[in-house]
């Protein structure tokens, strides 16, 4: 089955830096275009950063744009999100998620498949 695992959270303080990474197993990982959401605590989960399954087309959401990169390697089945100047308000847990290549992967409700997520806490 399909699994994706994230790994690369943690605490840090504002302005500093992280790099998410998300592995995928049992799919065809350069069919399917990837996504990063995070969900704070009392919040709804939040589309955060997407990328398409050649690594020619990126979203980001405005709060993020700027200081996240999503990025991805077919060869190693793994996705980043390399964040750079970070806020307090992007403490979350930070999910990968999936779906295939014949999507629009801009869409958050069109993924289908999802890693269990990788807590950031940003200190002030």
């Known amino acids: 089955q399909v699994q994706l695992v994230e790994s690369g959270g943690g605490l840090v303080q504002a302005g500093g830096s992280l790099r998410l990474s998300c592995a995928a197993s049992g799919l065809t990982f350069s069919a399917a275009n990837m996504g990063w959401f995070r969900q704070a605590p009392g919040k709804e989960r939040e589309f955060v950063a997407a990328?398409?399954?050649?690594?020619?087309?990126?979203y980001y959401i405005d709060s993020v744009k700027g200081r996240f990169t999503i990025s991805r390697d077919n060869a190693k089945n793994t996705v980043f999100l390399q964040m750079n100047s970070l806020k307090p308000e992007d403490t979350a847990v930070y999910y990968c998620a999936a779906q295939p290549a014949s999507r629009d992967y801009r869409s958050p409700s069109l993924y289908n498949f999802w890693g269990q997520g990788t807590q950031v806490t940003v200190s002030s």
């Open positions: 990328i398409n399954w050649t690594g020619t087309g990126t």
